[in-house]
Each structure stands twice: as structure tokens, then as C-alpha cells.
């Protein structure tokens, strides 16, 4: 039986992994310093997608009209929401569908914050353990979002939970339950001597997506 120690997880499996009827949905941004930066939510089925295509071009005119209108006033001009990217990740061999939608710019024309610098949005679930987190760190704002205390602006939560709503809706919207993805993981024993039994691939809904705070945060790997 594998046993976890530092830095090294006894219950990865090792590997491509599959989650049955999930689709993971990756919402594609470029940062004023030319950087990528890549935000992935979930979304379960009953019944298969019938063109992924078309998925991820609903998908991406949806979600970029909310960002649009949530988030772009308050997103630099260099800041741009290239596309939505989804995949079947019932098999690890499926395909990753882009959409062809037009890239959406952010519209604040005041100088951007440092690239690293992030609101998050976090996935609420009714359930606890492990790989039952999920965080969206969104980026690419200008000084209009910050509150000059090193927090951000109340407006700002408010605009980031308003698009957490819309992203909410925009899932849901296409036949999809808004969730967590769960990849099978292997009977281990943690660091503390506990036993924790095999689980396979599943998932579990998400209830909604929220700013919990006024804090930054940050992703260091932005600003390399």
C-alpha cells in the first residue's frame, strides 16, 4: 500500500485519467504582459454533448459576455478572454475542442496591476475531503479594482460574484451540472498513519461560485 510522505502523494495514481461523463471546461486568457493564463471548471451529463463544437462556442459567447460586462470595465485593455476549450473527459484520448467566438478585450484604460495579482473564485460544494477544492484565480485587472489598502474594491467582490453567477448559469444553461472533477485515487496511508480507502472517478456539484473576501492573491508562475 503506497504511504504518503512529504512532497509525494500515496494516492495519485499515476498517469492519463478519466472521469466519466464530465466535461472540463478551460476559459483561456492572455495578461497585458503577454503571458497565458488558463481558469478550468467543470460541467457533469446525463446525456453526451451532441457537437462539442457547438459546446464550446455557446459556452465561450456566454461566459465572455458576462466577463464583458462583469469584469471588462475593470480589466485592462491588454487583458483579452481568447476562447473556451472543452473535453469529454470520459477518456483521456478524446479531443479538445476550441471555440472560433471573437476574443473579448477588457476596457479599463488605467495602469495594470502586476500580472500575479488575482481575484478568486471559489467553488462551494456541500461536501468535504480531499480534492474537494476548486479556485478560479482571475487576473489581468487595472488599478480600478484595487481599494489602494491592498485589497480590492467592494464593487469588485461584487462584480467577481455577479460573474460567478453568470458562469453558474452559463454551465447549467447548456445541459451541464456545474462540478468538481474527481479523478480515481488508490488506497494510501497519509502521513499521520490514517488509512484512506480507494476511491474511483466521479464528481460533485458545485452550488455556486463566490469572492469570499477582499483579498489579492496571487500565482507567482504569472509574474516569471
Known sequence: ????????????????????????????????????????VHGAYTVVPPNMQTLAN?????????????????MSTGTTFQNVQVRDMTSFTNPIYIS????????????????DAA???TEQIAARGKGLKGRLYLAGWTVAADGGTGAITAAAQTAVNQFGSDLLAAISGQSLVPCIAQVARAQYQGITGTVHPARSASHVTVTSFICKDLEWDTQRRRGN
Open 1 to 40: 500500500m503506497p504511504v504518503s510522505v512529504k512532497k509525494k502523494d500515496g494516492g495519485k495514481i499515476p498517469g492519463p485519467a478519466n472521469v466519466p461523463s464530465v466535461i472540463e471546461i478551460a476559459l483561456q486568457f492572455l495578461l497585458p504582459n503577454g503571458r497565458p493564463a488558463r481558469n478550468v
Open 119 to 121: 481575484i478568486v473564485l
Open 100 to 115: 472560433t467566438g471573437t476574443a473579448k478585450p477588457g476596457t479599463a484604460s488605467g495602469t495594470p496591476m502586476p500580472a
Open 58 to 74: 455557446a459556452l465561450f459567447t456566454s461566459i465572455s459576455s458576462a466577463w464583458g460586462t462583469r469584469l471588462g470595465t475593470l
